[in-house]
């Protein structure tokens, strides 16, 4: 079965600074897809990037990029200039195929402070 | 474009009740899953709703079913509330594809079980 792995419950990051967080999965297949999400307290899950395995670039959405290192089996998401508004859970996920059940890992809290 | 909307957005039952809980699909989606978030916790799968019928489960029990209409909302059935049912069940939509489809969430319902 796959499982998808955030080490850090916690994370803390001053505005405008950079944060990088980590998640690691296990898997036997070599074509699938890796999500990060966010979550405020408003409990919306929100897209913030994709990847695709078989692309060896890195994902990138404007202050979002991943590091995709798919040998390792690893997928961190490097928040850049961190604003108030980044501060919710951050939950790495995981899916094969049409991608449409997805495996999700415990997540992560990300707090930003001025 | 109107985004996932679910119903009712908290609900408190007694053990042994029966809930139905409601989603409507982002425009011009066609598949719906749903998820399960106990508290402090990343969401697990439950199941997914295709072309009105089930199209992959979670390990959940029987008690938890499900519905998909034409229009493509879907409801969450759960029979026989456990206080373990406690948690936000969150509702997916997405465009069905051969390949990596991107799930967009709603908000949640938070149910209470007493």
């Known amino acids: 079965a796959q499982t998808v792995t955030q080490s850090q419950p916690e994370m803390s990051v001053q505005e405008a600074e950079t944060v990088t967080l980590s998640c690691t999965y296990d898997?036997?297949?070599?074509?699938?897809?890796l999500f990060w999400y966010k979550q405020p307290p408003s409990r919306q899950m929100i897209l913030v990037i994709r990847?695709?395995?078989?692309?060896?670039q890195n994902a990138t959405e404007n202050r979002f990029s991943v590091n995709f290192q798919k040998a390792a089996k690893s997928f961190s998401l490097k928040i850049s200039d961190s604003q108030l508004g980044d501060a919710a859970m951050y939950f790495c996920?995981?899916?094969?195929?049409?991608?449409?059940?997805?495996?999700f890992g415990t997540g992560t809290r990300l707090q930003v402070t001025l | 474009e109107t985004g996932v909307t679910q119903s009712p957005t908290h609900l408190i039952k007694t053990r042994g009740q029966q809930v139905t809980l409601r989603c409507s699909s982002q425009s011009g989606h066609n598949t719906v899953s749903w998820y399960q978030q106990a508290l402090g916790q990343g969401p697990q799968f439950i199941f997914q709703?295709?072309?009105?019928?089930?199209?992959g489960r979670g390990n959940f029990p029987p008690r938890f079913s499900g519905l998909q209409f034409p229009n493509y909302s879907s409801e969450l059935n759960v029979n026989a509330l456990e206080l373990d049912d406690s948690a936000l069940y969150l509702c997916?939509?997405?465009?069905?594809?051969?390949?990596?489809?991107?799930?967009?969430f709603g908000p949640g319902t938070r149910l209470l079980v007493l």
């Open positions: 997916a939509s997405s465009f069905r594809k051969q390949v990596g489809e991107t799930q967009y």
């Open positions: 898997t036997s297949e070599s074509d699938y897809y």
């Open positions: 709703y295709y072309r009105e019928e089930e199209n």
């Open positions: 990847q695709e395995a078989y692309k060896q």
């Open positions: 996920a995981y899916g094969t195929g049409t991608a449409s059940k997805l495996t």
